[in-house]
């Protein structure tokens, strides 16, 4: 079914268009995405062995924060949060502790940048915006239900009926899209958060109230209006680097689209996303993923509670280290957003899949004069192992077996090729997840949004190479280089990776690269994985936002707290 356009499609495409322009081809001929950063030759040790200690070093701090009891935690959350804990705090620890969740208060940081914003407004529009949306989850005396037959909301619904009964009457707007709901402008955001930082204060003891209030013939909402933010000026200073030495060295700066502005014409979803319905407007919607200045409410992705099979692959997912192929493998659908014969070079999963042909590789080598399609070839002062740099395509048909499964194509919808690619792409067989993980290393590219496949990938034992704009609910608990490996959305520094991990590559097995390392990673994912992304973990994420989000949403939500600890102590 042919998808209408919209009316800034054009505008769109020609910002998108002049991006890419300049992202490809106004730079220097000397030039490629590796020399934004300084240069790798001769760097000893490689630059990829820091990041890695640095990693270890990161995750250490962040276990040594775990608390281990009730009175621990409550403090910990003070520290970090400025307020008192919620009602039903409580119940929430004894919940948590009863699954064997590990208590880091860090683990629950998206759960305060998402709901911040809503401080700001106030208790009964929250309430007002999140009943009148089209599809919604509504909990009243302790029950969850729905309305919508929506397999997403299905889903969620089951989720939250493991939590249920420790929950406060309240209605929960869910995103059905793949893409997020909200952009609300900065300047309004802005406004919102200073509202909100005036609540923020340790109430007296003898003040807090402990029960949620009742919204038992709640009346609706009179007054539409919230606020008329002032259009102040957004402050711009300069951005940290999140690249060191041409590789990751700060993962969440590296999925700030703003910090890299020129991601938004190499990403589908800035350049021509499939399903648009955004409102600037701040109202409560929740949902599965989002872009760094999205203002929806994360949820654990619907497809991670599912454990659909062919994003799991769980019968093969234990497979030895030793046991596997000492390579990459990607498959996938050539989403990311409506593409065309005129924007397609700039959808990230045909760059990836181009930049890993090599019959494409081995035609820009031959033809230098002609820019590869939609890449550009890797920089040498990744020093590349000899083997890759000598014969490029040969070490990537060793090391790789990458490539799209299935075209979308703007005139056809899915189809096994698109007029306008058909001279770059042949679509492979599918490979199934379980058969994937055979393979050592595993890319993970955003589709239309994230990528379902992540969680799969963290639980076995092949090292996920992620590169993402996307933020999901788990993110704090993940220390990239030690349980993942970061990639650049520009995709610059993977052949870089996959030298270091792999090597020359061959038959005789991996040539100097680094294959214990790799397997450190895999299995560190793999055990925190185990420990902390399992259905038991989502419940009690799930608990403390929804508590959270039961304060906010009341109307005495300033006074509103759990002090059973500070109370024992007087």
Same mark, same amino acid.
């Given at each position: 079914m042919k998808i209408p356009r919209r009316r800034t499609t054009f505008r769109r495409y020609l910002v998108g268009a002049l991006l890419l322009t300049l992202t490809f081809y106004l730079l220097p001929k000397s030039d490629t995405i590796a020399s934004w950063v300084r240069p790798l030759a001769g760097a000893t040790p490689h630059p990829i062995d820091p990041l890695i200690r640095n990693a270890e070093k990161e995750f250490e701090a962040k276990l040594s924060k775990s608390t281990q009891t009730l009175t621990a935690a409550a403090a910990a959350y003070r520290k970090r949060r400025g307020r008192h804990p919620p009602p039903g705090f409580d119940k929430w620890y004894e919940f948590a502790t009863e699954r064997g969740a590990i208590i880091v208060e860090d683990f629950w940081d998206q759960i305060y940048q998402d709901l911040e914003p809503f401080w700001g407004v106030r208790p009964a529009k929250i309430r007002k915006d999140a009943r009148d949306f089209d599809m919604r989850i509504q909990i009243r005396d302790g029950k969850a239900s729905t309305s919508s037959d929506? #397999?997403?909301?299905?889903?969620?619904?089951?989720?939250?009926?493991?939590?249920?009964?420790?929950?406060?009457?309240?209605?929960?707007?869910?995103?059905?899209?793949?893409?997020?709901?909200?952009?609300?402008?900065?300047?309004?955001?802005?406004?919102?958060?200073?509202?909100?930082?005036?609540?923020?204060?340790?109430?007296?003891?003898?003040?807090?109230?402990?029960?949620?209030?009742?919204?038992?013939?709640?009346?609706?909402?009179?007054?539409?209006?919230?606020?008329?933010?002032?259009?102040?000026?957004?402050?711009?200073?300069?951005?940290?680097?999140?690249?060191?030495n041409g590789?990751?060295?700060?993962?969440?700066?590296?999925?700030?689209?703003?910090?890299?502005?020129?991601?938004?014409?190499?990403?589908?979803?800035?350049?021509?996303?499939?399903?648009?319905?955004?409102?600037?407007?701040?109202?409560?919607? #929740?949902?599965?993923?989002?872009?760094?200045?999205?203002?929806?409410?994360?949820?654990?992705?619907?497809?991670?509670?599912?454990?659909?099979?062919?994003?799991?692959?769980?019968?093969?997912?234990?497979?030895?280290?030793?046991?596997?192929?000492?390579?990459?493998?990607?498959?996938?659908?050539?989403?990311?957003?409506?593409?065309?014969?005129?924007?397609?070079?700039?959808?990230?999963?045909?760059? #990836?899949?181009?930049?890993?042909?090599?019959?494409?590789?081995?035609?820009?080598?031959?033809?230098?004069?002609?820019?590869?399609?939609?890449?550009?070839?890797?920089?040498?002062?990744?020093?590349?192992?000899?083997?890759?740099?000598?014969?490029?395509?040969?070490?990537?048909?060793?090391?790789?077996?990458?490539?799209?499964?299935?075209?979308?194509?703007?005139?056809?919808?899915?189809?096994?090729?698109?007029?306008?690619?058909?001279?770059?792409?042949?679509?492979?067989?599918?490979?199934?997840?379980?058969?994937?993980?055979?393979?050592?290393y595993l890319p993970d590219i955003d589709g239309n949004s994230f990528s379902g496949r992540y969680l799969g990938f963290l639980r076995s034992t092949s090292v996920p190479v992620k590169a993402t704009l996307w933020r999901e609910w788990h993110d704090a608990r993940l220390v990239a280089w030690k349980h993942f490996v970061p990639m650049d959305g520009r995709f610059g520094d993977w052949w870089g990776i996959l030298g270091y991990f792999l090597g020359g590559g061959g038959?005789?097995?991996?040539?100097?690269?680094?294959?214990?390392?790799?397997?450190?990673?895999?299995?560190?994912?793999r055990e925190w994985a185990a420990k902390v992304l399992r259905k038991e973990d989502m419940s009690v994420y799930v608990l403390r936002l929804l508590l959270e989000y039961g304060r906010v949403t009341d109307d005495k939500r300033e006074v509103l707290g759990w002090v059973g600890d500070l109370r024992e102590e007087v």
């Open positions: 929506w #397999f997403w909301t299905q889903i969620w619904l089951g989720m939250i009926q493991t939590v249920e009964h420790l929950l406060p009457d309240m209605d929960l707007a869910v995103n059905p899209m793949d893409e997020p709901r909200m952009v609300v402008p900065w300047e309004d955001i802005d406004v919102y958060m200073q509202k909100a930082a005036e609540t923020m204060r340790i109430v007296a003891v003898e003040s807090v109230v402990s029960r949620f209030s009742s919204r038992t013939g709640e009346a609706p909402e009179e007054d539409q209006s919230d606020m008329l933010p002032a259009q102040w000026e957004r402050d711009t200073p300069l951005a940290s680097e999140h690249m060191k590789y990751v060295a700060n993962y969440t700066l590296s999925t700030d689209y703003c910090h890299q502005p020129d991601l938004q014409a190499l990403e589908g979803i800035f350049v021509e996303p499939i399903s648009v319905a955004a409102t600037k407007s701040l109202i409560p919607v #929740f949902g599965g993923s989002k872009l760094s200045r999205n203002n929806d409410i994360l949820l654990p992705a619907a497809i991670y509670w599912s454990e659909e099979k062919r994003f799991f692959g769980a019968e093969a997912a234990a497979t030895p280290w030793t046991a596997k192929q000492s390579s990459a493998i990607w498959r996938g659908v050539a989403t990311g957003g409506l593409n065309t014969a005129t924007n397609w070079r700039a959808f990230q999963r045909h760059r #990836f899949a181009a930049m890993n042909s090599p019959t494409l590789l081995a035609h820009a080598e031959a033809n230098p004069e002609e820019p590869p399609p939609n890449f550009v070839l890797p920089d040498k002062r990744y020093a590349l192992p000899a083997a890759a740099q000598t014969d490029l395509p040969g070490w990537i048909a060793r090391t790789t077996d990458i490539a799209l499964t299935e075209m979308a194509c703007s005139n056809k919808g899915f189809s096994p090729s698109c007029d306008y690619t058909a001279a770059y792409f042949t679509p492979a067989a599918g490979v199934p997840m379980a058969t994937q993980f055979e393979h050592k038959e005789g097995g991996v040539a100097k690269g680094r294959d214990r390392v790799g397997e450190g990673i895999a299995m560190a994912g």
